[in-house]
């Protein structure tokens, strides 16, 4: 690999123009793609092929509008006076009748003449439904309906809007998430010591960037492209881009402090640094790719969105940056005598004086006891996951809005006067019925369902737990009926999640009565049912990343016990970032610092999402640090020492591309949107404990204690596996006869 690298560095230095050029043009394709095919964002949840979906797609056929969209007027009058005044009775008739003129309503449910008045008086709830699906809402649909109840208003009643037609909205990036971008600059140019090296690593980086997150909005037109998916790929693009450019630039500018000839080094730092970043950026991208398995279109899309930029990030690396390295020459060289220069040479002549580095200090700090450190670090690690076995999925609704949004208050409202289930009713749906009984069996089953009443109001005798009332309703032409289920918890609650797997098996039993097909939907019953399906694909999915990370380190490090101690570092990272989710998320540590709106259970794909991203970052860690040391080690070195020269050699980059990551992840955390704080927030945690606490501490004790026994393979394995050639052996192994050209300052 190192070879065929070499020679396409060379070649992008030597045409760089050319090369440039390509990529100019590629840029402006894909911008003229976006402007001329580009889409709407799809924030809509679907799971195909489960229950839940296949009979919502069913009911929007049959009564488009028990399937469709709704919203929520909650009336609240002052304390001591009750919604049935005749002043304030009469105001919300008005903003009732206002609310059925409003743009694509097709009805709105008097809450007098459906009795949704809360038992203390005090509310009013009137469900508005849309002839419409939330995609061809208008943009300022909740404006419209918020104006519609002007006339409550102005009577004195505390009005609140809200439902599912405005549970989602578009994520938009801030000033505040460009804070990452500022900070990367700083550590590039602290790292590199040059301006002219640091801005090239950053055009290069928002290159990259700019066509994958273009190209994608460009598909937005013909795929279901939610407003995350974008948002991820321009955090993921944008930290990987910067650090796969910054791992060969570094490369070459150190060959160049060393007398290499420019354009060679162009070429060795692509095909050395460049395998690297190959290796590193294939794994997160087969990570990424492989959440297509878990059959959810929205996932789908957005990791193999994510996975796309991060390819445009490895080929923009691979060839842009080597193009630009020419356009520079010699003026990327550090100059004589100076801090970085003099710190290269000591480097490339292993003296230990003058490159006593940090790295070098820090890795015979922790290898001096090495059994000590990794006893330690791991009691610190454990410690720190235990909050990761509360972990909690669920889909996002209005409880996790900001406290500020409409969303939110008439969310909290309706918990309040009507109680939490009311913000996410089940349906059971009744399909195949002889209209002649039609009611009377969609009676019967709320009856099983929900029990019979008691004669005190709101209490039933019988029925399934947690059901707070069930309500039956025929549908289209009388072949088919629902029955609305109010659970007594909340949509986002293990319990609510139970009533959905009794309802299910009671629809056996409803079936083989009333020969109809019976099955549990609606949207709650969607969310839990993605839910249901990430938290089943999570174990597999953990086993086929841990088991991809043995095949490829095996292949790049040749060693069996390197590998199963990387893949338990990773693990150990993820449990650290999942734990400090939990924590924050759904426990509240700290939530006020991080701007969290509420505490509540975790997005549904956050953790299958953040496992395929950190083991790309985790493998990109390790491969730079270890291949360093096993270099070291095949060199002649003692284990220990091969340990030490390593992390001499890769800790600064390695440190730098770490900072650099967790800067633009952090920088995302002062996001709104929850969902892509959350994530964000798991990847910074993520990255700094894999960076500085798993590969920078933990690997170098465990390889100083395993010794030799490190770097032991089978004979017969060795001979059996192809050589990758990360380290670029072969490329130091040739026969170089050029004469090396001047280096100037």
Not at 84 to 108: F, H, L, M, S, W
Not at 215 to 241: F, Q
Not at 381 to 397: E, G, H, K, N, Y
Not at 579 to 601: E, I
Request: proline share 5%.
């Amino acid at each position: 690999m190192s070879t065929l690298l070499y020679r396409l560095g060379r070649a992008a230095y030597r045409r760089r123009a050319l090369f440039t050029a390509a990529w100019v043009a590629v840029l402006g394709a894909v911008i003229a793609l976006f402007l001329t095919i580009g889409g709407e964002f799809d924030d809509e949840f679907t799971i195909p092929g489960s229950e839940s979906q296949t009979a919502l797609d069913r009911l929007d056929e049959v009564a488009p509008a028990a399937a469709g969209v709704s919203a929520d007027l909650v009336f609240v009058a002052p304390d001591g006076s009750t919604v049935t005044d005749p002043q304030y009775a009469q105001a919300i008739g008005a903003a009732v009748a206002a609310a059925g003129q409003v743009d694509d309503v097709a009805a709105v449910q008097d809450p007098f003449t459906t009795q949704q008045i809360s038992p203390d008086g005090r509310a009013a709830l009137a469900t508005v439904t849309y002839s419409v699906g939330p995609l061809e809402l208008e943009e300022d649909a909740l404006e419209q309906l918020q104006s519609a109840t002007a006339p409550a208003e102005d009577a004195g009643l505390e009005v609140a809007v809200g439902g599912g037609a405005f549970n989602s909205g578009a994520v938009t990036v801030g000033p505040l998430e460009l804070i990452g971008v500022v900070v990367a600059v700083l550590v590039l140019v602290i790292t590199f010591g040059s301006l002219l090296a640091a801005g090239m690593n950053l055009l290069v980086a928002l290159v990259g960037v700019g066509i994958g997150l273009t190209g994608l909005l460009a598909l937005s037109g013909v795929i279901t492209l939610s407003s995350t998916a974008p948002t991820l790929a321009l955090m993921i693009g944008l930290a990987v881009g910067i650090d796969y450019t910054l791992f060969i630039v570094s490369r070459h500018r150190s060959q160049l402090a060393q007398g290499m000839a420019p354009e060679e080094s162009a070429g060795r730092a692509t095909g050395t640094a460049g395998s690297a970043v190959v290796f590193a950026g294939l794994t997160v991208v087969i990570a990424l790719s492989g959440l297509a398995v878990v059959n959810i279109p929205f996932l789908t899309v957005m990791g193999l969105g994510a996975a796309g930029t991060v390819l445009v990030a490895v080929l923009v690396a691979l060839t842009l940056v080597p193009a630009l390295l020419g356009f520079a020459g010699a003026r990327m060289a550090p100059k004589p005598g100076s801090r970085a220069h003099r710190r290269e040479l000591a480097l490339a002549a292993h003296a230990d004086s003058p490159a006593r580095t940090g790295g070098a200090r820090w890795a015979r700090l922790v290898t001096r006891r090495p059994a000590l450190t990794v006893l330690g670090v791991l009691a610190a690690l454990l410690v720190c996951a235990i909050p990761a076995a509360q972990l909690q999925l669920a889909l996002p609704d209005a409880s996790s809005a900001g406290e500020e949004t409409p969303q939110r208050q008439a969310y909290d409202a309706i918990a309040e006067y009507f109680g939490p289930g009311v913000n996410g009713p089940l349906l059971v749906f009744l399909d195949g019925l002889d209209p002649a009984t039609a009611e009377q069996t969609a009676g019967q089953a709320a009856v099983s369902i929900g029990g019979t009443p008691t004669g005190t109001p709101g209490e039933f005798e019988g029925g399934l737990d947690d059901v707070a009332y069930a309500a039956p309703q025929v549908v289209g032409d009388g072949t088919a009926a629902i029955v609305s289920v109010v659970p007594e918890s909340g949509p986002q609650s293990e319990e609510t999640s139970a009533l959905v797997g009794d309802l299910r098996d009671l629809g056996d039993d409803l079936e083989a009565e009333t020969g109809a097909e019976v099955s549990v939907t609606g949207q709650t019953a969607v969310a839990i049912d993605v839910s249901d399906r990430l938290a089943d694909a999570l174990l597999p999915f953990t086993v086929v990343v841990v088991g991809l990370a043995l095949v490829l380190l095996l292949l790049v490090f040749r060693s069996i016990l390197v590998p199963v101690k990387a893949a338990l570092g990773f693990l150990l990272s993820v449990g650290v970032s999942f734990g400090a989710v939990v924590a924050v998320f759904q426990w509240g540590w700290l939530m006020d610092l991080f701007g969290v709106p509420a505490t509540g259970p975790v997005i549904s794909f956050m953790p299958i999402l953040l496992m395929a991203v950190l083991f790309g970052l985790a493998m990109d860690y390790e491969v730079f640090l270890v291949s360093r040391m096993r270099e070291e080690y095949v060199h002649g070195a003692e284990p220990r020492e091969a340990v030490v020269a390593g992390m001499r050699h890769a800790s600064r980059v390695v440190v730098a591309a770490a900072l650099i990551m967790f800067s633009v992840f952090g920088s995302f955390v002062t996001i709104e949107d929850v969902t892509v704080k959350a994530i964000a927030f798991g990847l910074a945690v993520g990255v700094l404990v894999d960076a500085f606490v798993v590969r920078m501490t933990l690997v170098p004790a465990v390889l100083a204690l395993l010794g030799r026994s490190a770097w032991w393979l089978p004979r017969w394995l060795d001979r059996a596996l192809p050589d990758l050639d990360i380290e670029g052996a072969k490329l130091s192994a040739r026969d170089d006869d050029r004469v090396p050209e001047p280096v100037a300052g």
